[in-house]
């Protein structure tokens, strides 16, 4: 159905899905991956939404999982006067792990954020004024932590790389029982032993005791939230597509970074060492495309 002269402009993922790249390659079509358009400060603009969304519902989905009838711990977030709030640990803190943090901390639940960054610890450390705990990650400060907590929640990215395992199955086995763990990482193989990915349908499912949400396309559960937030950042540049495919692609710099396929060739290094096809730098395919 695509054809060269039109273009495909959405979330692709390609380096994982074979198929999906052969067939756009010898469609000719010029695909545009979301997931690789930047910003001028080398952020991904348009997966930030996504990860907002998600973040903010990872804790509302770990708080609904620490519910008795949901096989949780019986455990109210907030604790109420004369008990404790539940113990949340946040393992990265990035976009996920940010809008977790800024939720669970809003919750009045007690809450520690592990990061391997110091100038992100530091940020973060001026943004909670000592409502969050802005620790540095090591294997023992996540042993540490994990043990005590009531919601663990995975938002770990190592970027072109499958998710580092964090939490191993040993340590989910010492954990309290009825602990909820989310790992929201599970769209890149998850950061968690135990992690296996679910759907809305059927989200969670235990191990050793361990409430595991893994839902792969979280936002999906808030489509309406996440389509308004999704076209909120994309809509700019689809408008400069329409306009002026070629000048828009040449022009930005932020927006070239996001093709990935371009009349048979495939313009995004990652994509091509990790599939095996010749490496075509986009300027250089898109100047077949300007003539
Ligand atoms: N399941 C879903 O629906 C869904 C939705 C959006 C994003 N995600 C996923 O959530 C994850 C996080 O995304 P993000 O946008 O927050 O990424 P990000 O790049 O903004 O943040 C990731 C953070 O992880 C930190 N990190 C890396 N290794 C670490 C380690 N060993 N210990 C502690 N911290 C470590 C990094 O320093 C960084 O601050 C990604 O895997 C992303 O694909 C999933």
Do not use: W
């Amino acid at each position: 159905m695509l054809r060269e002269g039109q273009i495909l402009y959405t979330y692709l993922h390609l380096a994982p899905d074979p198929d999906q790249t052969k067939l756009l390659v010898e469609s000719g079509a010029t695909c545009v991956a979301y997931e690789t358009v930047t910003d001028a400060e080398g952020g991904l603009p348009l997966l930030a939404p996504m990860s907002e969304v998600a973040g903010r519902m990872s804790v509302q989905a770990g708080a609904h999982h620490l519910e008795k009838a949901q096989g949780g711990r019986g455990v109210l977030l907030a604790g109420v006067p004369g008990v404790a709030p539940a113990k949340v640990l946040i393992i990265g803190g990035g976009v996920v792990g940010d809008n977790a943090a800024s939720m669970a901390v809003g919750m009045g639940a007690d809450v520690t954020i592990l990061d391997r960054s110091i100038p992100r610890l530091r940020q973060l450390d001026n943004e909670y004024e000592g409502r969050a705990r802005c620790v540095f990650s090591t294997n023992a400060a996540i042993e540490e932590y994990a043990l005590e907590a009531d919601l663990v929640i995975g938002a770990v990215l190592v970027h072109g790389a499958a998710a580092p395992k964090l939490l191993s199955s040993n340590l989910i086995k010492r954990m309290k029982k009825g602990a909820v763990v989310v790992d929201v990482a599970i769209d890149q193989g998850g950061c968690f032993e135990t992690s296996k990915a679910t759907t809305h349908d059927q989200p969670t499912y235990i191990v050793d005791g361990v409430v595991h949400y893994c839902v792969a396309n979280m936002p999906g559960g808030v489509a309406r939230t996440a389509t308004m937030a999704l076209n909120n950042a994309t809509l700019p540049y689809a408008i400069a597509l329409a306009n002026d495919p070629v000048g828009a692609l040449f022009t930005n710099p932020n927006l070239q970074n996001g093709l990935n396929v371009h009349k048979g060739s495939i313009t995004y290094k990652a994509v091509a060492d990790a599939l095996g096809y010749p490496y075509v730098p986009a300027d250089e395919a898109l100047k077949a495309y300007a003539q």
